[in-house]
């Protein structure tokens, strides 16, 4: 189906259009039938209707989104106003790269963030990741990243004081390597530990033009870490995959084609409509504030800290999840956006409130677009109101409307108008899907650099920053909340409450209206690990090794100097993932544990059957002997563990083998997905070796969150 405009001189072919964006033939595309029920999303659409306003169509996005089918776009573009377009004048590689342009408005929000003074503190908005893989050329890293900053301009850029900024030269500590390779275990499990947190909370020199730190760690055996930490002042989510698979396709030596437009030129095309900026402006006088969450008072005096928490959609419930919004007419952002205002509101003092949403709205001007670095994230707020009770499915409609309706002003949104009004901009629970972006990291990203085994990404003024992003397959939410503002108990909550919404929409309980958050049977316990230290550790990890119930270690006549000696050895492997680890619950140490490398141990030896496979980790458990009863409190540690080894670290495959006379934990194995592969001699016990895949270990125990099979009345 074809409008034409002579006035215009163009033409749009909507079933071919839509047909491409959702990869099917154009004739597969039903013109009467709804076009999210036919896979259509919210960022594609979003992208269509740029597309069509660069050929000056005015068209509306929430007027599009209120009747989603070809039939009814084909008459709204066929009789909607015009609107300027200037997009055959424009020469998009032509910006004087020396002249100061404009912070846009997001820009704008992060450098005022850095050094704002208000309760939510001040801090640098940035996304900092670490590949491990194999160990790369320096040379050849240093000139990639070279290449990489002469590539995309805005990875030179530099915030001015008077509120804009401008592109120059390079800083020059932009790059930075490690050699490790001849140090001991401990010292590279000591020193990548700093580095990790380094990285985490680093400030980059902005007004030096420094927006993007990249190092390389050279690591025994032949291994790497490359650690890329990028402000997101000069490059938002969708820019960081680009720069990221540039980066490696620079590395291999290939020619990357000209870009044919940068980041100034297309941000000083994007111009709101007087029509969205006074939709914003007759709604601000009733719009809500943000959620009103329960302060806690017992932090008052404890330092700021961010709580991450994480939980993972594997492939199949993505695609239920997907399916049953499709079936309701609402994309999969909406419906989980409204699960997430349910699960906010819950704990909010008022039912009605505004989230921030941050949109990938680049406007389809030029070809390219899509593969230029820059800043085009902007911000909307969406009213929420949750007065009235609703289920899921009617909610997850009310949230589509209400953020078609935002996102279709979104180049003048919300936070543009309350700032222009001078209002305060307090706007600190924010919302973000990446859903219909693709997946988080290429192939040949992996392939070069490694795969991603740590991300961090924060903003200032946040209290609860949450993200929904596609990885392998399936879907990862994150969330970031700055503590102690928000009590890390109440987050956790928050979290299960949300992560339970979320199970019933992939469960097809649309219909029902959302259980109240006291019935969720949410984690009982939260821990946390981290490697252990010979010094500091060692005595307590004594006392527990020594107990009789810790028999089958075989060190109850040990001494601390033997303990000392097998913290040591255990972290002489190469590989930074290898070692013990001691965990805590409520602040106290209550368990360590070993990862370890199988293909180097005894197991590997000949007559115990292992057969080695890439990603195998070994594990090793000890909780502490206690007479406090805890129901499930081993079980809940052996969760902790897998979900480390599997969620943090990539492991693919956990190996264990343990004695066959230990009943308890091969009951604790088998609740949380190991299978039996055979026993063998070694010294005085028979060992059970058993295996347990990741892809089983999400299914036997819900993503990591349950062991059904464990009596819940036990320590187990």
């Known amino acids: 189906m074809v409008v034409a405009r002579p006035e215009l001189g163009t033409e749009i072919d909507l079933q071919a259009e839509i047909g491409s964006v959702l990869g099917i033939p154009s004739a597969d595309v039903d013109t009467g039938a709804n076009l999210i029920e036919q896979g259509l999303d919210s960022v594609r659409m979003m992208r269509l209707v740029g597309r069509w306003r660069s050929l000056g169509y005015d068209a509306d996005l929430a007027r599009l989104a209120a009747e989603p089918t070809i039939d009814a776009w084909a008459a709204l573009l066929g009789e909607c106003r015009l609107a300027d377009s200037d997009s055959t004048t424009v020469d998009f590689d032509d910006a004087d790269l020396a002249a100061a342009f404009p912070l846009a408005t997001t820009q704008h929000a992060y450098w005022t963030g850095r050094s704002r003074d208000d309760a939510l503190g001040s801090g640098a908005a940035h996304l900092y990741v670490e590949f491990d893989g194999p160990a790369l050329d320096p040379e050849r890293f240093r000139a990639a990243v070279g290449a990489l900053l002469e590539r995309h301009p805005m990875l030179r850029v530099r915030p001015l ?46 007004g030096e033009a420094a927006v993007l730190h990249a190092e390389l760690t050279l690591l025994p055996e032949g291994r790497g870490r490359v650690h890329l930490a990028v402000d ?3 490059a938002d ?38 029509t969205d900026v006074a939709w914003w402006k007759a709604r601000i006088a009733d719009l809500p504030g943000p959620p009103e969450l329960p302060a806690n008072a017992a932090g008052a005096d404890a330092a700021p800290a961010t709580l991450r928490l994480h939980h993972l959609i594997d492939a199949a419930g993505r695609q239920q999840l997907e399916e049953g919004a499709r079936k309701r007419g609402v994309t999969p952002a909406a419906a989980m956006a409204a699960a997430f205002a349910e699960a906010v509101g819950a704990f909010s003092a008022s039912r009605r409130f505004h989230l921030t949403v941050p949109l990938h709205d680049r406007d389809a001007v030029h070809s390219g677009v899509d593969e230029v670095v820059g800043a085009f994230t902007s911000t909307i707020v969406v009213d929420v109101d949750l007065a009235e009770e609703q289920p899921l499915a009617e909610r997850a409609s009310g949230m589509r409307t ?5 996102a279709g002003r979104g180049i003048a949104g919300g936070l543009d108008v309350l700032r222009e009004l001078g209002e305060p901009v307090v706007s600190p629970v924010v919302f973000t899907s990446a859903l219909g972006l693709g997946e988080l990291f290429s192939p040949v990203v992996a392939e070069v650099l ?69 019935t969720v049977a949410a984690p ?10 010979v010094e500091r550790d060692a005595v307590v990890a004594h006392g527990w090794l020594n107990h009789p119930k810790s028999a089958y270690w075989g060190m109850l006549d040990s001494s601390v100097a033997d303990v000392q000696e097998l913290i040591r050895e255990a972290g002489t492997d190469p590989d930074p993932r290898f070692g013990m680890r001691i965990g805590y619950f409520e602040g106290e140490p209550q368990f360590l544990f070993e990862l370890y490398n199988p293909a180097t141990s005894d197991l590997a030896k000949p007559g115990t059957g292992y057969e080695h496979e890439p990603g195998d980790v070994g594990m090793h458990l000890l909780v502490a002997s206690t007479d406090r009863r805890l129901p499930a409190f081993t079980g809940n540690v052996m969760l902790h563990i897998m979900r480390t080894a599997f969620f943090e670290l990539g492991a693919q495959r956990v190996v264990v083998e343990p004695d066959v006379r230990n009943l308890d ?52």
């Not at 209400?402 to 935002?406: D, G, I, L, V, Y």
């Not at 009982?524 to 690990?529: D, G, I, K, P, R």
């Open 665 to 716: 934990v091969q009951a604790l194995n088998a609740a949380v997905g190991f299978v039996v592969a055979g026993d063998y001699p070694v010294a005085d016990k028979v060992a059970r070796l058993s295996y347990c895949t990741r892809a089983n270990f999400i299914r036997v125990t819900d993503n990591g969150r349950s062991l059904a099979v464990i009596d819940q009345r036990s320590n187990l």
């Open 450 to 518: 490694g795969e991603p085994s740590w991300i961090v990404s924060q903003g200032p003024q946040m209290l609860l920053d949450a993200k929904v992003v596609e990885v392998s397959g399936g879907l990862l939410v994150n969330w970031g909340v700055r503590t102690p503002d928000l009590a890390p108990k109440t987050a956790r909550s928050m979290f299960d409450y949300y992560v339970c919404l979320l199970d019933l929409l992939i469960e097809g309980e649309w219909d029902r209206t959302a259980p109240g958050p006291e």
């Open 232 to 234: 997101m002042i000069a």
């Open 524 to 533: 009982v316990y939260h821990f946390e690990s981290r490697p252990m230290d």
């Open 402 to 406: 209400a953020m078609h309706e935002a």
């Open 237 to 274: 989510a969708m820019s960081y995959r680009v720069l990221v698979d540039d980066l490696a396709r620079l590395y291999l030596g290939e020619d990357l084609p000209e870009l044919g437009a940068t980041f100034p030129a297309l941000s000083a095309r994007r111009r709101a409509r007087d």
């Open 161 to 206: 004081q008077d509120g804009t900024q401008v592109i120059g030269a390079a800083h020059a500590d932009i790059v930075d390597v490690h050699d490790l390779r001849q140090n001991s275990p401990t010292s590279v499990a000591e020193t990548m530990e700093q580095r990790r947190q380094q990285g985490a909370q680093r400030s980059l020199p902005t």
